[in-house]
Every structure is written in C-alpha cells, then in structure tokens.
C-alpha cells in the first residue's frame, strides 16, 4: 500500500486548509484511515480517524474545527481544516490499516505534508 498526501501550505490564522491521501497498490484490506501530524520538537499526534463505515474520532484539540471523510471507491481520506490556529503547524500524515487477516495487521503511512499557520 503506498499513500500519497497532498494539500498542505501556508494560511493566516482562522483559515482552512483541505488535506487529501490517496491508497494505491493493494488496498482490498484497507480498514480505518487517519491523520497524525507532528510539530517540530514534538511527538507524533493523532489527529483524526475513520473507520471504512465512516465512524469517526478527533482529538480534543481539533474537535469542532476539523472533519475527516473518506471516499472509499477512490481509496482517499481528506482532513478539512477550518480555523486553523498557529499551534496547528506541523507535518501532517495519513495512515491507513490493513488487514491480512484476523490475527495479521499492519499500518501505512504516507509521506507527510507541511502545514503552517501565520498568526
């Protein structure tokens, strides 16, 4: 499985973004998908998740301000950002998890993508 995002840049605070992430390659066992982000000197974050029946899950910092969606006959998830704060720069990347089996699993991460937000 290979993931390809796009959409990140540069915004004034209060602004949006949308990110996009594209499964290609073997994508029958892709389950959930997500977004992580990490800032510079930081660990990596989860931000948001969701499953392929489209149940989805954010961090309390996002939550309110973000949506993720997925479109699954294109194999991509997308991460809407609105009223994106300074403290939301960071290198976003999506994730997808694949099932081999009910014992076998394995997650994909794509490449990243900037994201900076100008107070």
């Known amino acids: 499985v290979q993931l390809q995002a796009s959409g990140g840049g540069l915004v004034q605070a209060g602004g949006s973004l949308r990110l996009s992430c594209v499964a290609s390659g073997s994508t029958f066992g892709i389950g959930a998908m997500g977004w992580h982000r990490r800032a510079p000197g930081k660990q990596r974050d989860v931000v948001a998740s969701?499953?392929?029946?489209?149940?989805?899950n954010y961090s309390d910092s996002v939550k309110g301000r973000f949506t993720i969606s997925r479109d699954n006959a294109k194999n991509t998830v997308y991460l809407q950002m609105n009223s994106l704060k300074p403290e939301d720069s960071a290198v976003y990347y999506c994730?997808?998890?694949?099932?081999?089996?009910?014992?076998?699993?394995?997650?994909?991460w794509g490449q990243g993508t900037q994201v900076t937000v100008s107070s």
């Open positions: 969701i499953t392929s029946g489209g149940i989805t």
């Open positions: 994730n997808a998890d694949y099932t081999y089996s009910t014992r076998s699993s394995q997650r994909f």
